[in-house]
T-cell receptor, first 115, second 110 residues
Framework: DGGITQSPKYLFRKEGQNVTLSCEQN?????MYWYRQDPGQGLRLIYYSQIVNDFQKGDIAEGYSVSREKKESFPLTVTSAQKNPTAFYLC??????????????FGPGTRLTVL | EDQVTQSPEALRLQEGESSSLNCSYT??????LFWYRQDPGKGPEFLFT???AGEEKEKERLKATLTKKESFLHITAPKPEDSATYLCAVQENTGNQFYFGTGTSLTVIP
């Protein structure tokens, strides 16, 4: 079955540590996204990538970094510069954005907690 | 300014009590409007895409409608398993950006 996998499901980080969240998709989608979800705030875009080896900052990119070396993979690193990283992180993908509306498919999410 | 506003924030219904959720948007050109269902601790699950005013989509007890400035998700005779947060998102004509609302948390009481 096609879909998006995220790992781990739960992640605990000590202050000052960098952590990397994994996201893999087998939908052959060109575009991939990282969102952060906090209670009462909805989804906020961290980074997105429309093609391999290219990505753009979203609304809240500070303290985060990404790479897109393969079409299927879009890992997110939460650095020690992110002051409030405890949140639910969602990876998503969609077909190429040109033309009609592009359905966004979400992964199951990773809950990151800073100890 | 928020591009997508959902109301109410929370809704409690008795089983069988029909109601509607609202999603209003302010983007200048709409490429598509999406409804998702999200259960606690899980990623959003796609429900519907609407493209133009007057369009309607149905799935079991859910029906989504679209006007030029808002969309409604009608829930007919809900069951407890319909309890979830329902998210609305819009995509503009001008690019790939998606704008999400903050969701409506629905609780259906047996």
């Amino acid at each position: 079955d096609g879909g998006i996998t995220q790992s781990p499901k739960y992640l605990f980080r000590k202050e000052g540590q960098n952590v990397t969240l994994s996201c893999e998709q087998n939908l052959n989608h060109d575009a991939m996204y990282w969102y952060r979800q906090d209670p009462g705030q909805g989804l906020r875009l961290i980074y997105y990538s429309q093609i391999v080896n290219d990505f753009q900052k979203g609304d809240i990119a500070e303290g985060y970094s990404v790479s897109r070396e393969k079409k299927e993979s879009f890992p997110l690193t939460v650095t020690s510069a992110q002051k409030n990283p405890t949140a639910f992180y969602l990876c998503a993908s969609s077909p190429s954005g040109s033309g009609g509306a592009s359905l966004v498919i979400f992964g199951p999410g990773t809950r990151l907690t800073v100890l | 300014e928020d591009q997508v506003t959902q109301s109410p924030e929370a809704l409690r219904l008795q089983e069988g009590e029909s109601s509607s959720l609202n999603c209003s948007y302010t983007v200048s050109g709409l490429r598509g409007l999406f409804w998702y269902r999200q259960d606690p601790g899980k990623g959003p699950e796609f429900l519907f895409t609407l493209y133009s005013a007057g369009e309607e989509k149905e799935k079991e007890r859910l029906k989504a409608t679209l006007t030029k400035k808002e969309s409604f998700l009608h829930i007919t005779a809900p069951k407890p398993e319909d309890s979830a947060t329902y998210l609305c998102a819009v995509q503009e004509n001008t690019g790939n950006q998606f704008y999400f609302g903050t969701g409506t948390s629905l609780t259906v009481i047996p």
